[in-house]
């Protein structure tokens, strides 16, 4: 098992910027990719970016590339994403995930551990 908790949401006006933070325990972290969705109410879950597991390797959604910047830390087992030049459409709840596989995935069904998430909020 791999736990996941996220922190670093909040309130943040139009144009701002948020790192969030994702702190794994449990299993070597560094056996994961790491993953950040988000999903705001009424909507699908979107996937934002995915790093392997070294850290070298990165893939984004068209939606934030060029803003947002996933980054790990894995002497602390922890993932980071931040967010820059924000949006009122980034307003969402930010999940963390991990996945185990080989490839740089965005679909949300092949993770296999994820946080509670943290909400974002940007105001216009």
């Known amino acids: 098992q791999v736990q996941l908790v996220e922190s670093g949401g909040g309130l943040v006006q139009a144009g701002g910027s948020l790192r969030l933070s994702c702190a794994a325990s449990?299993?070597?972290?560094?056996?994961?990719?790491m993953g950040w969705f988000r999903q705001a109410p009424g909507k699908e879950r979107e996937f934002l970016a995915v790093?392997?597991?070294?850290?070298?390797?990165?893939r984004y959604a068209d939606s934030v590339k060029g803003r947002f910047t996933i980054s790990r830390d894995n002497s602390k087992n922890t993932a980071y994403l931040q967010m820059n030049s924000l949006k009122p459409e980034d307003t969402a709840v930010y999940y963390c995930?991990?996945?185990?596989?080989?490839?740089?995935?965005?679909?949300?069904?092949?993770?296999?551990?994820w946080g509670q998430g943290t909400q974002v909020t940007v105001s216009s």
């Open positions: 995930t991990a996945d185990g596989g080989v490839l740089l995935t965005t679909k949300p069904f092949e993770y296999e551990y």
């Open positions: 449990g299993r070597t972290f560094s056996n994961y990719n």
């Open positions: 790093i392997n597991r070294s850290g070298g390797s990165t």
